[in-house]
C-alpha cells in the first residue's frame, strides 16, 4: 500500500477506537452522546474493540460473529473501519450497491491483504425460459463462467471464500446442472465453498432441512430475527449440528426507526435484534447492511453480550411498533389470498423503502413480479380473503405498494 493510503487507515483507525469507545460509555449509561464530543471518563486510547470469531460450519473458516452486508455500501472507507472494528468476512453480490460493491470491496481487500479476509458473493444461475412463462431454466456453463468471472475481476481476486446460488424454488437446490458447475467450480479453485441464499417465504424450513443433508452446499444465507417462526428456528439448529454454516441476514426486523423500548435498556431496538439473533448457539454469524462508522460501532457493540430482561422489553416494543407492517415471511397468507399475488415479496418491497429507507431497491423488487402478482389486482379487491398470522392488513399494504411502486 502506499504511504497516502497507509495515512489514510490509520485516520480511519483513530476515529473507529474513538467511536468504539463511545459505543462502551453509551452501554454504560443509557445516554447518547452527541457526535465528535468526548464524555468522561475518556476512553482508553488504545483499547481495541472487542471481536468474537466463530467457525462456519464445517468449512474451517474463522469468521467475525458481525461481519458485513454489503447492500448499502457507497463509501470504500467504510470497510477499512470494519476491518479495523474485528470484522474478517464480507458478503457482496453483483448487484449490490447499484453494482459497484465488488469493486469496492475488491480494491479495498487487495490494499489490505486478500488473505486477511473472507469474501462471499453471489451468482444467478437461473432464468425464465421466456417473458411469458413462469418457468426457469439454470444457464449453461459458459453463460455461468462468465458472469462468475465477472466477479472475481471485479473483486480482483481469483476466488471467493463462499459463493451462493440465489434460489426461488427447491427444484432449483437440487438442479443436476446446476449442482455439476458449482463441483467444477469447488475443482478449479473459485470458489472454496459453495452455499444457498434466498428471500422465499414458506420454504426456510425445507431449505434449511435439504442443506443439512449430505450434498454440495457448506453454508446456507438465511432470513433470521427475533420473530422467526419456530418451526424455522429448529430446522437451522438442526442444520447446523451436521455442520452447515449458518449465516443470518436481515436481523434486524427491517430496521425500522422506532422509539427506544425499554429505558432500562442501553441498547437501540436494533442493538437488541442484533444481540438476540448472535445469542442462538446455532447461528456462526451475522451479516447486517451496514452505511457508515456509527452502524459499525454499534452493531459491533453487542458482540459476548447476553440477553437480559430489559433486552426482551425492548423487542416486546419493537416488535408493537412494527407489527401492522413487518412480514415475518412464513408465506401462511398465500393460502389465502383469492387472487395469488405475491404477499411476501411485496412486504419485502416495502420493507427495503420503509425500514431500510432505500426506495429504489423496493421499487426494483416490486417491478420484478408480473402484474398478477402484484398488487394490481388489489386495487379493485372489494371483500379481500388475505389473512395475516401476526397483524398486518394486508389488502391496504398491497394497495399501498401498488399505489407506491408501479
Known amino acids: 500500500m502506499t504511504k497516502k493510503g497507509v495515512n489514510r487507515r490509520e485516520f480511519i483507525t483513530e476515529c473507529s477506537l ?26 482508553e486510547k488504545n483499547k481495541e474493540p472487542t471481536m468474537e470469531y466463530r467457525s462456519l460450519g464445517k468449512t474451517g473458516l474463522k469468521v467475525s460473529a458481525v461481519s458485513f452486508g454489503t447492500t448499502h455500501l457507497r463509501d470504500p472507507a467504510v470497510l477499512l ?29 487487495k490494499d489490505y491483504g486478500r488473505e486477511k479476509i473472507f469474501i462471499s458473493t453471489k451468482i444467478r444461475a437461473f432464468e425464465p425460459e421466456n417473458k411469458p412463462s413462469k418457468k426457469f431454466r439454470v444457464l449453461e456453463h459458459k453463460a455461468l463462467d462468465l458472469r462468475m468471472e465477472g466477479s472475481l475481476k471485479q473483486l480482483q481476486t481469483d476466488y471467493v471464500d463462499v459463493l451462493f446460488v440465489g434460489v426461488m424454488h427447491m427444484d432449483w437446490i437440487v438442479n443436476e446442472a446446476l449442482l455439476s458447475y458449482l463441483e467444477k467450480l469447488k475443482r478449479e479453485g473459485k470458489a472454496r465453498f459453495v452455499g444457498i ?34 418451526e424455522e428456528i429448529e430446522a437451522l439448529r438442526k442444520a447446523r449440528k451436521k455442520g452447515v454454516g449458518i449465516i443470518a441476514m436481515k436481523t434486524q426486523a427491517g430496521g425500522y426507526e422506532v422509539a427506544k423500548g425499554s429505558p432500562l435498556s442501553s ?21 447486517p447492511g451496514m452505511r457508515n462508522i456509527e452502524q459499525i460501532v454499534e452493531n459491533v457493540g453487542v458482540v459476548g453480550k447476553k440477553m437480559g430482561w430489559n433486552d426482551r422489553k425492548t423487542l416486546y ?3 408493537n411498533a412494527i407489527k401492522h407492517k413487518y412480514c415475518i415471511m412464513c408465506g401462511k397468507c398465500l393460502k389465502t389470498c383469492g387472487n395469488r399475488i405475491n404477499i411476501p415479496t ?17 421499487r426494483r423488487t416490486y417491478l420484478k413480479l408480473s402484474k398478477r402478482k402484484s398488487g394490481l389486482s388489489c386495487m379493485s379487491c372489494t371483500s379481500p380473503t388475505c389473512k395475516c398470522a401476526n397483524s ?15
Open 197 to 230: 441464499s434466498h428471500h422465499e417465504a414458506g420454504i426456510y424450513a425445507d431449505v434449511a432441512e435439504h442443506v443439512s443433508k449430505p450434498n454440495i452446499y457448506d453454508v446456507l444465507l438465511t432470513w433470521l430475527d427475533f420473530q422467526s417462526p419456530p
Open 392 to 406: 398486518i392488513t394486508i389488502a391496504k399494504r398491497m394497495k399501498h405498494a401498488h399505489a407506491l411502486f408501479a
Open 346 to 362: 411485496i412486504n419485502r418491497a416495502l420493507m427495503y423503502c420503509e425500514g431500510h429507507r432505500d426506495f429504489a431497491k423496493g
Open 81 to 109: 473501519s470494519a476491518i479495523d472494528l474485528g470484522i474478517n468476512f464480507f458478503d457482496t453480490a453483483p448487484s449490490y450497491a447499484g453494482g459497484n460493491s465488488e469493486r469496492m470491496l475488491g480494491q479495498v481487500a
Open 317 to 319: 416494543a419493537y416488535h
Open 267 to 287: 441498547l437501540s431496538p436494533h442493538q437488541a435484534a442484533l444481540k438476540w439473533v448472535l445469542n442462538q448457539d446455532f447461528v456462526d454469524c451475522a451479516v
Open 18 to 43: 474513538k467511536l468504539a469507545g463511545a459505543s462502551v460509555l453509551l452501554n454504560q449509561s443509557g445516554e447518547k452522546p452527541a457526535f465528535g464530543k468526548e464524555k468522561k471518563p475518556k476512553p
